[in-house]
């Protein structure tokens, strides 16, 4: 797949995200998807799973936006940067969120298959979000991760 067919993935991905539109957004999905937020340590593969992982990411993030100023590639994988901009909400990581809206560097790197996105690795800085949201890292860390924190 050229560079430009995968960043047009990849950005239609991201105006799906940033619309929560889960459908649009799972149809750009290959079937055996596999979604990885190393900071959230959260893993999710195939449709279903994403499915609930996009649902509850959006539940938590309901005014999440992303930008992508960037991209390269080396003819199979496609690593993009830009910003998101969100802001937390309900119990899940362990706070009380403060309504405060957060605006981080992000990092994303895709892999495709059969014309569609194959696999998602979504990178920004925990701590940072934690920060700009009010609310404890370690918390969130513990929340998500555990006493291996």
Known sequence: MNEDRMFELASQLAV???RQDLPAALRLL???????SPPLGTRAAGHAANERALARFFASFPDYEISLDGHASDGTTLVCW???RMTMTGDRFGVVPTGRRAELPVFLQFTFADDLIAGERFFFDLAELCAQSGVSADTVRRTQFGARS
Do not use: F, N
């Open 30 to 36: 290959h079937p055996e998807i596999l979604l990885e």
């Open 16 to 18: 799906a995200k940033s």
């Open 82 to 84: 830009g910003v998101a």
